[in-house]
């Protein structure tokens, strides 16, 4: 596993254009928490600088300057909320197999205020299609593609790993997906209960009906999550379909169903008042869950 990232005193008053000796302040006086080094250094931790910033009201607007060029550049795509360059920095990180440099720009991002669905809707939601057409400068054909997917899983499973709350709920969901290559949404569902103190289990897309009843009857479920993409409309497999809606209406646990538009009549009927049609409102319905 890779060792969680921590931030020193320098990098944080770059980051918040404010003075070192300001944040030493705000560690005894403000309730900003850290940890100390055997030398007496102050290093803080990214779910701490962000509660922190969520207290006070406010983001982080400096530049974190760091040893390499390509990262400054991040941070000023950041500052600009140059999303397409940030997509295009996040995909050749993946091309590159550069994981560890793809949870260190995660976690610049989510320090920044870059919520989950920002994540999804602006980085990695055409990762769902065969062959992304806003990104036609990168090619993400065949194996590059496949490549980026599996890349970009393992980096949000490290990060979903440093997400970890301070007091878990007892709660567990289970996240699934009845096509390929959900893989990457299925993570960033798994940080947004993580971030709500949930444990998640996520199987194997595309889920196994009989494998998904096994772990409902045997696991302490509290909620059942299916991810289902636009590709899930576009090529619709009455049978398989069919089995789905016999499974979810089966089961009395809570279970929400996420889909990006559009959406078929068949399971708008079992939606009812739970429909949710973009990753922003399942961030919100996880959040307002009691």
């Keep these: 596993m890779a060792r969680e990232r921590l931030y020193s005193t320098r990098e944080l008053s770059q980051l918040w254009n404010v003075s070192q000796t300001t944040i030493k302040r705000w560690t005894l ?7 100390k080094t055997p030398g007496g250094h102050r290093r803080f931790r990214l779910n701490d600088i962000v509660a922190f910033q969520g207290r006070r009201g406010f983001e982080a607007s400096g530049i974190l300057m ?5 990262f400054t550049e991040l941070e000023i795509w950041i500052n600009t909320k140059d999303f397409r360059e940030i997509r295009k920095f996040i995909y050749t990180l993946a091309l590159n197999n550069r ?7 995660f976690n610049r991002l989510y320090l920044r205020g870059v919520t989950l669905a920002d994540f999804y809707e602006e980085i990695i939601q055409d990762l769902e299609d065969d062959q992304p057409e806003e ?3 990168i090619d993400l054909k065949g194996y590059r593609l496949n ?7 393992s980096a949000f499973h490290l990060f979903y790993k440093g997400l970890e709350p301070k007091k878990q709920n007892g709660r567990t969901a289970l996240l699934v997906s009845p096509t390929p290559n959900c893989g990457v949404a299925l ?4 940080c947004v209960f993580r971030e709500r103190g949930w444990e998640c289990l996520n199987l194997r897309e595309p889920c196994n009906l009989k494998m998904t009843r ?5 696991e302490p479920i509290s909620l059942l999550a299916f991810w289902i993409p636009c590709t899930y409309e576009v090529h619709p497999e009455a049978k398989e379909r069919g089995k789905l809606l016999k499974f979810l209406d089966r089961y009395r646990i809570p279970v929400v169903v996420v889909q990006r538009k559009p959406h078929s009549r068949d399971l708008k009927k079992f939606y009812k008042n739970r429909e949710i ?14």
């Design 135 to 137: 990104n036609a400068e």
């Design 99 to 105: 994981v560890i440099e793809m949870v260190d720009a």
């Design 66 to 70: 760091g040893a390499s060029s390509e």
């Design 214 to 218: 096994e772990c409902v009857k045997k």
């Design 29 to 35: 006086t403000k309730g900003l928490k850290c940890r």
């Design 147 to 153: 490549l980026v997917r599996s890349n970009l899983s």
């Design 187 to 190: 993570q960033l569902m798994a």
């Design 277 to 290: 049609k973009t990753f922003r409102q399942f961030q919100w319905y996880v959040k307002t869950l009691r």
